[in-house]
């Protein structure tokens, strides 16, 4: 029986430091702790990595700190749109979604979608599919809140772009990779998208092979960041492969190829675990937020800091 | 300077026999033909492999036999959802274009969208960029032929979700790959979907990494086929990274990375282009609609016919 893992991460970029320091750094660990304990509980329980990985991530979608769910960023209609993952490493099946604007947790929408004929859905037909699927609905309403509104209020009057972690009072998308008591492999990941966006963008978050990939045999990742430079580079696929076809060591890889989403204009970070349980999380933006939590232990948070 | 050369596909399936013998054969010969010498015009006028890439494609959405513009596939609804993708392997740089209804011409749209901060857009925002770039846009009505509606109440009434090309009057997702004469390569697919797919479906064709890659070291890729299982794998980025990372020779890296395909459930086929020239069109369905040419020689087409 193989020992219980779980990781996540709520976001990376460039915050002030201000904003991830004293109080605000307490609220960020305990909702990444609350996360961590969500999926910690599955898996302790004898359930299954993906279950975990999707109520971890419905833990931050609910918590109004991260860019997902509730406390989304705002597009430059002003309006929420929701996009998340997820991929099984057993069989490398996948659910993801793009732009949706009613379902309270898209993560649970993608993990209802799992298996289906098609692998990603879109707009109206992906909240109507969430929807059959007995799925909590809100209004758009329900994801706002102030900072957000505040946010999207300044960066619309510049009429710039920003990664939600780049933005003065915003905290970026949520992920979370684990391997359950039989050593399967899941990742997921959920966000609400760049400060300011055009509606109808696709990052990479709800695409396989760029924000989420597991794979039994070779590792599971959630990635996050300039989303746009990570799906250019189809990130998550890249790392799996330089695990599995160059042989290179997965935190070695994972940082490879965060220099590769350098290359093409992006920063950011992500999470890793490998078929033993082994997890890393590197990143090449000045912060991530993650935590990690095996077997009893007790769960470990992280937010590097720099000026 | 490099010779020229361009490969084109006009999807890959099961078509039954009778449906590419005889007469159907030489219409889709000669369609294809067509869409070569449209591309290897710009080329042999000194244009870019993207312009060519871009063209060639365009050719085939207005040729009626071909599952993309004009004859493409219809949804469950009734209604058209146009997909395209195009990377141009000299910067690695991307556009996109999922759910468009009223573009004529995808490709110029993700085309247009190339270079763009987001590299991928869907539905209604999609076609209002394409609109706002000057492109041509038409009513619905434009993308319908008798066929194709015949085909639709056809799978309606079977409520069966199929492969343009497996279906019996249907004809697959186009593709283009090239490389100019300062030797950059490109890449781009464009695709109508699935018979009778949900509204809101993204299969592999705007996926970049998925149905497209081009990368100038390494290769360019257009692949076709059942897409929801090349996107399940990021075909076209492992394609890429077989070259590169496990020193796979081309062909042999595409007709592994179609087992793997074939391992969650999919067949298709694909086109790649390495940067020495060398074309490759590998396929594990019955047949693939394909055609290539080099420099000033004759455009050649085959279409394989398993009974």
Known sequence: MSEIVLAV??????????????KARLHYEAGLTEALEVGRGIL???????????????????????????????CSDGSVELSASIMRGSD???????????????????????????????????DAYAEAKGLEMVDQDYFYTNNRLRQWRKYRETKSVVLDHDAESAHGTVGAVARDRRGNLAAA??????????????????VIGAGTWADNQVCAVSA???????ARIAFARRVADLIELAGTAPNEAASRALEEVKEV??????????????????????HMLRGWVRGKGAPVTAIEVVD
Chains 1, 2 share one sequence.
């Open 92 to 126: 490398r099946s996948v659910g993801a979604m793009v732009g949706l604007r009613r379902t309270k947790n898209p993560i649970r929408a993608a993990r209802a979608f799992r298996g289906h004929l098609h692998g990603l859905l879109f707009g109206q037909e992906a």
């Open 9 to 22: 991460h709520g976001g990376a970029g460039h915050l002030p430091k201000r904003k991830i320091t004293g």
């Open 224 to 230: 996050t960041g300039k989303g746009d430079a990570f």
């Open 265 to 286: 204009g992006g920063t950011g970070g992500c999470i890793v675990i490998d078929p033993s349980g082994q997890v890393f999380l590197p990143f090449n933006s000045a």
């Open 44 to 74: 302790q329980r004898g359930g299954s990595a993906l279950n975990a990985v999707t109520e971890a991530v419905a833990a931050l979608e609910d918590n109004e700190l991260f860019n997902a769910g509730k406390g989304a960023a705002l």
């Open 189 to 206: 990941t959920s966000t609400g998208g760049l400060v300011n966006q055009l509606p109808g963008r696709v990052g990479d978050t709800p």
